[in-house]
């Protein structure tokens, strides 16, 4: 019942930016947190970053210092600003919520579709 649509991906020159946005519509009661997850071909999909309901937030190491996650909670959105972009940070983006249900008292992980991020030398 609850659907994640993300945009933003495209190719890009190494040292460029890209911004990646999600939103979630549906039966969202609340939203206890919102991440970016990434996977290459032939490698494990691996958390990227994490923001919580109170604006607490977390970076993989390989990309602290240059990707920034925000997010816009009156529009159920989730950002994900990425800076001084390099070649091994191709590939598909996926971004992830966990959300409680409305009229329901747990909560449960949504996916998007992903979005492709090219990165040439």
């Known amino acids: 019942q609850v659907q994640l649509v993300e945009s933003g991906g495209g190719l890009v020159q190494a040292g460029g930016s890209l911004r990646l946005s999600c939103a979630a519509s549906?039966?969202?009661?609340?939203?206890?947190?919102m991440n970016w997850y990434r996977q290459a071909p032939g490698k494990q999909r691996e958390l990227v970053a994490r923001?919580?309901?109170?604006?607490?937030?977390n970076y993989a190491d390989s990309v602290k210092g240059r990707f920034t996650i925000s997010r816009d909670n009156a529009k159920n959105t989730v950002f994900l600003q990425m800076d001084s972009l390099k070649p091994e940070d191709t590939a598909v983006y996926h971004c992830?919520?966990?959300?409680?249900?409305?009229?329901?008292?747990?909560?449960?992980?949504?996916w998007g579709q992903g979005t492709q991020v090219t990165v040439s030398s």
């Open positions: 992830n919520m966990e959300v409680r249900v409305t009229g329901t008292f747990l909560t449960y992980s949504y």
């Open positions: 549906g039966s969202i009661f609340s939203i206890n947190a």
């Open positions: 923001i919580t309901s109170d604006d607490r937030t």
